[in-house]
């Protein structure tokens, strides 16, 4: 099992970035891969970007991409998500989630642990 912890989510004005970190315990962080989701209020949790658990593989949902990128550390057992040209529609509790199969997938049922989740509020 692992433990996942989201941290570095804030209040930030549109166009201005964010960094955020998912710090992981437990067991062996460099087997899983790892992903990010969101959700916003009333509406249901989305992808938002995978890396596998080499970090030599990476996949965006469209609507990120560009702006986002996704990184882990495994020697640091964290992944993290610079996120640039934040727009309100950003606005989300962003979760980091870990992945078994160790390989680059968007699905939410293929996650199996996930953090508690950190809020990113963009402003307009």
């Known amino acids: 099992q692992v433990q996942l912890v989201e941290s570095g989510g804030g209040l930030v004005q549109a166009g201005g970035s964010l960094r955020l970190s998912c710090a992981a315990s437990g067991r062996t962080f460099s087997i899983y891969a790892m992903g990010w989701f969101r959700q916003a209020p009333g509406k249901e949790r989305e992808f938002v970007a995978a890396i596998s658990w080499s970090g030599g593989s990476t996949y965006y949902a469209d609507y990120v991409k560009v702006r986002f990128t996704i990184s882990r550390d495994n020697a640091k057992n964290t992944l993290y998500l610079q996120m640039n040209s934040l727009k309100p529609e950003d606005t989300a509790v962003y979760y980091c989630?870990?992945?078994?199969?160790?390989?680059?997938?968007?699905?939410?049922?293929?996650?199996?642990?996930w953090g508690q989740g950190t809020q990113v509020t963009v402003s307009s």
């Open positions: 989630a870990a992945n078994a199969l160790g390989t680059v997938v968007a699905g939410l049922y293929e996650y199996d642990y």
